[in-house]
């Protein structure tokens, strides 16, 4: 029996062998490295000095494993998991308000017309000090703001920091949808406008009511604005491209690395109007999805494009089960549109530390369009039409990362109690002048990469001992670099002028107040209203007749 038993084990062992030879080296040497990482996790487990924590040592790792790959690439644990199904499926249970952690504190950011919190009086700016028994500086930051979520019809209790005065809220947990078209309305007798902001699985459906709505009221021309839009799911781009081109046309090509996953995606259905003109709207926000209907609708010349050069992301992931409940992202194909053109950007694959390369610094590949046009493939979609906005400055990104401006909103809403309509409201430069006024007073975390620097040089000297002699000439060249960073900012006045505008609307309006106000004074909504009105130029763009 025992001669059988170790007949077997070496059977075993000479299959194991054989498969192992049969697989390519990075195979073997996969497996030597998790061998290796094992051996040395059970070693550090049992003889490390101190108690360690195995969960989050294991996600440390992982977290630096995937940092070297793109930032599309990412492990969920259990409550992620329950994040991304949220964003996917565009509807969960809560109290229709998105809170988000600033200097420690846990801030309402938005209100959702219409659910629990706007009902209840909650406004955004309101610090969450407690939920139901819970103190959530007592309580871990990544899952503190989870609580909120729940069962439909459960109720959950608030304690709210105003300004210097706490509230008390009992709130019901409803079910809430996450609309991806925020907006959508009339603009002229015969001009329809649909904005939509992520692509989950109520996008194309979404996209598809409001369509059909301004059509009944007339509509014959559409802009569609895609700025800001993140992307999504595939088959949600792909659904509404087929609204405006024949069934059976080819939307976007992926090529992987498995080949079951390098799939052709064609339209399935019949259009809803293969006629009506069509603009769509792009910025450097617009990714993935967002330029997969962008991109397509350009190549098949279905459709004039307008704006910036959008963020270009050609890249597909998707979702695989591991271990324990969790979830793992990641990038398994790049899509290609249909004149063949990829449009990444970042060229991840060599990557040196935080410099990634640009494949439109190298050379760009040309490609052709239904009717003959030159595209191009690498640094997003180019517009036909370009709106030309001044680079970020610096500073400028600073500030858009810091919580200044939501600040100053919060205090400006505590102070106006009214502002005119969405149609008329304009943040004006006395407003601006105000704004530049409280930033200066330093109580945001408005710096720039110098001034932390500066500020973490000057706090090391103090810690040798050797900040005496040196701190007059410090305050003076954080009175310069104030002074430069202000100038920096003017370079980008308008841009700001309209980041804060829109954050007061919100407030006041929601959402759909900030849309309202752009179709009245957005630059590229009203230079798309100016196309769709000359019929000759809109046709020569896309029969490529322009001089």
């Given at each position: 029996?025992k001669k059988?038993?170790?007949i077997?084990?070496?059977t075993?062992?000479?299959?194991?062998?054989?498969?192992?030879?049969?697989f390519?080296?990075?195979?073997?040497?996969v497996?030597?490295q998790?061998e290796?990482?094992?051996?040395?996790?059970k070693e550090?487990n049992?003889?490390?000095?101190?108690?360690?924590?195995p969960?989050?040592?294991?996600?440390?790792?992982?977290?630096?494993?995937l940092?070297e790959?793109?930032?599309?690439?990412?492990?969920?644990?259990?409550?992620g998991?329950?994040e991304?199904?949220?964003?996917?499926?565009?509807?969960?249970s809560?109290?229709g308000?998105?809170?988000?952690?600033f200097?420690?504190?846990?801030?309402?950011?938005?209100?959702?017309?219409?659910?629990s919190a706007?009902?209840a009086?909650?406004?955004?700016?309101?610090?969450?000090?407690k939920i139901?028994?819970?103190?959530?500086?007592?309580?871990?930051?990544?899952?503190a703001s989870?609580?909120l979520?729940?069962?439909?019809?459960?109720?959950?209790?608030?304690?709210?920091?105003?300004?210097?005065i706490?509230?008390?809220?009992?709130?019901?947990r409803?079910k809430?949808l996450?609309?991806?078209?925020?907006h959508?309305?009339?603009?002229t007798?015969?001009?329809g406008?649909?904005?939509?902001?992520k692509?989950?699985?109520?996008?194309?459906?979404?996209?598809?009511?409001?369509?059909?709505?301004?059509?009944?009221?007339?509509?014959?021309?559409?802009?569609?604005?895609?700025?800001?839009?993140?992307?999504?799911?595939?088959?949600?781009?792909?659904?509404?491209?087929?609204?405006?081109?024949?069934?059976?046309?080819?939307?976007?090509?992926?090529?992987?690395?498995?080949?079951k996953?390098?799939?052709?995606?064609q339209?399935?259905?019949e259009?809803?109007d293969?006629?009506?003109p069509?603009v769509?709207?792009?910025n450097?926000?617009?990714a993935?999805?967002?330029?997969?209907?962008?991109?397509?609708?350009?190549?098949?010349?279905r459709?004039?494009?307008?704006?910036?050069?959008?963020f270009g992301?050609?890249?597909?992931q998707?979702?695989?089960?591991?271990?324990y409940g969790?979830k793992f992202?990641?990038?398994?194909?790049?899509y290609?549109?249909?004149?063949?053109?990829?449009?990444?950007?970042?060229?991840y694959?060599n990557?040196?530390?935080?410099?990634?390369?640009k494949?439109?610094d190298?050379?760009?590949?040309?490609?052709?369009?239904k009717n003959?046009?030159?595209?191009?493939?690498?640094?997003g979609?180019?517009?036909?039409?370009?709106?030309?906005?001044p680079?970020?400055?610096e500073?400028?990104?600073?500030?858009?990362?810091?919580d200044a401006?939501?600040?100053?909103?919060?205090?400006?809403?505590?102070?106006?109690?009214?502002i005119?309509?969405?149609?008329?409201?304009?943040?004006?430069?006395?407003?601006?002048?105000d704004?530049?006024?409280?930033?200066?007073q330093g109580?945001?975390?408005?710096?720039t990469?110098?001034?932390?620097?500066?500020?973490?040089?000057?706090?090391?000297?103090?810690?040798e001992n050797?900040?005496?002699s040196?701190?007059?000439?410090y305050?003076?060249?954080l009175l310069?670099?104030?002074?430069?960073?202000m100038d920096?900012?003017?370079l980008?006045?308008?841009e700001i002028?309209?980041?804060?505008?829109?954050e007061?609307?919100?407030?006041?309006?929601f959402k759909?107040?900030e849309?309202?106000?752009?179709?009245?004074f957005?630059?590229?909504?009203?230079?798309a209203?100016?196309?769709?009105?000359?019929?000759?130029?809109?046709?020569?763009?896309l029969?490529n007749?322009?001089?």
């Amino acid at each position: 029996m025992k001669k059988l038993k170790k007949i077997g084990i070496a059977t075993s062992l000479i299959i194991m062998g054989s498969v192992l030879f049969a697989f390519k080296t990075d195979y073997f040497e996969v497996a030597k490295q998790i061998e290796i990482y094992t051996t040395l996790f059970k070693e550090l487990n049992m003889y490390y000095i101190d108690e360690i924590n195995p969960a989050k040592l294991t996600e440390s790792a992982i977290k630096n494993m995937l940092n070297e790959l793109d930032p599309y690439t990412v492990y969920y644990d259990e409550q992620g998991v329950e994040e991304a199904k949220i964003n996917s499926l565009g509807e969960y249970s809560g109290i229709g308000a998105q809170s988000k952690y600033f200097n420690n504190k846990l801030v309402i950011v938005e209100i959702y017309e219409g659910f629990s919190a706007d009902k209840a009086g909650i406004k955004t700016g309101d610090q969450i000090i407690k939920i139901d028994d819970i103190f959530v500086e007592d309580f871990n930051k990544k899952q503190a703001s989870t609580l909120l979520k729940g069962a439909s019809g459960s109720l959950v209790n608030m304690v709210i920091k105003r300004q210097e005065i706490f509230l008390n809220f009992e709130l019901i947990r409803e079910k809430i949808l996450v609309n991806p078209v925020p907006h959508y309305q009339m603009i002229t007798n015969e001009i329809g406008y649909i904005a939509f902001n992520k692509f989950n699985n109520k996008a194309s459906s979404s996209v598809k009511n409001a369509f059909v709505d301004l059509k009944s009221q007339g509509m014959n021309k559409l802009i569609l604005d895609l700025r800001g839009n993140p992307g999504g799911l595939l088959n949600e781009a792909i659904s509404i491209t087929n609204f405006f081109v024949p069934k059976n046309e080819i939307v976007v090509t992926t090529k992987a690395k498995i080949n079951k996953w390098s799939e052709i995606y064609q339209t399935k259905k019949e259009p809803i109007d293969i006629e009506i003109p069509l603009v769509v709207l792009i910025n450097r926000k617009s990714a993935s999805a967002s330029e997969i209907v962008a991109g397509s609708l350009q190549d098949l010349d279905r459709a004039v494009i307008l704006g910036e050069r959008s963020f270009g992301k050609g890249l597909v992931q998707r979702y695989r089960d591991l271990s324990y409940g969790t979830k793992f992202k990641l990038t398994i194909s790049k899509y290609y549109t249909p004149s063949g053109r990829n449009i990444q950007e970042l060229d991840y694959t060599n990557r040196k530390g935080n410099e990634i390369p640009k494949f439109s610094d190298t050379e760009r590949h040309s490609f052709k369009t239904k009717n003959g046009r030159t595209v191009f493939d690498g640094g997003g979609i180019e517009p036909d039409i370009k709106i030309e906005r001044p680079k970020a400055t610096e500073a400028t990104k600073a500030l858009f990362k810091s919580d200044a401006i939501f600040n100053y909103v919060t205090n400006y809403y505590f102070k106006n109690s009214t502002i005119e309509s969405p149609e008329k409201y304009i943040f004006n430069d006395t407003d601006y002048q105000d704004f530049i006024s409280y930033i200066k007073q330093g109580n945001t975390t408005f710096k720039t990469v110098s001034e932390k620097k500066f500020d973490a040089a000057f706090k090391m000297a103090e810690k040798e001992n050797l900040a005496k002699s040196i701190e007059i000439s410090y305050q003076d060249l954080l009175l310069q670099l104030e002074s430069q960073k202000m100038d920096a900012l003017q370079l980008n006045k308008k841009e700001i002028k309209e980041h804060l505008s829109d954050e007061i609307l919100n407030r006041y309006y929601f959402k759909k107040g900030e849309y309202q106000n752009h179709i009245v004074f957005n630059k590229s909504i009203l230079e798309a209203i100016k196309i769709l009105q000359n019929e000759n130029q809109y046709n020569k763009i896309l029969k490529n007749e322009r001089n």
